[in-house]
């Protein structure tokens, strides 16, 4: 059974930094890659970031947080990173933890990010 469980969520001021962490089991964690996506109050969800399985962990963003996120993943943890800095109010969104096995998604519950001053 795969299961995906996002922590690190929280309030934070403009300018300001959080890490996401996503925590996956019930799977083979290293031949997948893994992708974070958000969803903002009344807007459809989003792909934020992405990283490919290794080798090469090839990753991709989001043309609005390019420069300002970094995707990562311990392979040895089952664990996949999204660092996220210099905030604004327009990232405010639940963020969510995802994988896709045999043509079907896997999605955690989603952890809250309020940007706001």
């Known amino acids: 059974q795969v299961l995906l469980v996002e922590s690190g969520g929280g309030l934070v001021q403009p300018g300001g930094s959080l890490r996401l962490s996503c925590a996956a089991s019930?799977?083979?964690?290293?031949?997948?890659?893994m992708t974070w996506y958000r969803q903002a109050p009344g807007k459809e969800r989003e792909l934020v970031a992405s990283?490919?399985?290794?080798?090469?962990?090839?990753?991709n963003y989001a043309d609005s947080v390019k420069g300002r996120f970094t995707i990562s993943r311990d392979n040895g943890k089952k664990m996949v990173y999204l660092q996220m800095n210099s905030l604004k109010p327009e990232d405010t969104a639940v963020y969510y933890c995802?994988?896709?096995?045999?043509?079907?998604?896997?999605w955690g519950r989603g952890t809250q990010v309020t940007v706001s001053s």
């Open positions: 995802s994988v896709l096995i045999n043509s079907l998604r896997n």
């Open positions: 019930g799977f083979t964690f290293s031949i997948y890659g």
């Open positions: 990283i490919s399985a290794a080798p090469g962990r090839i990753t």
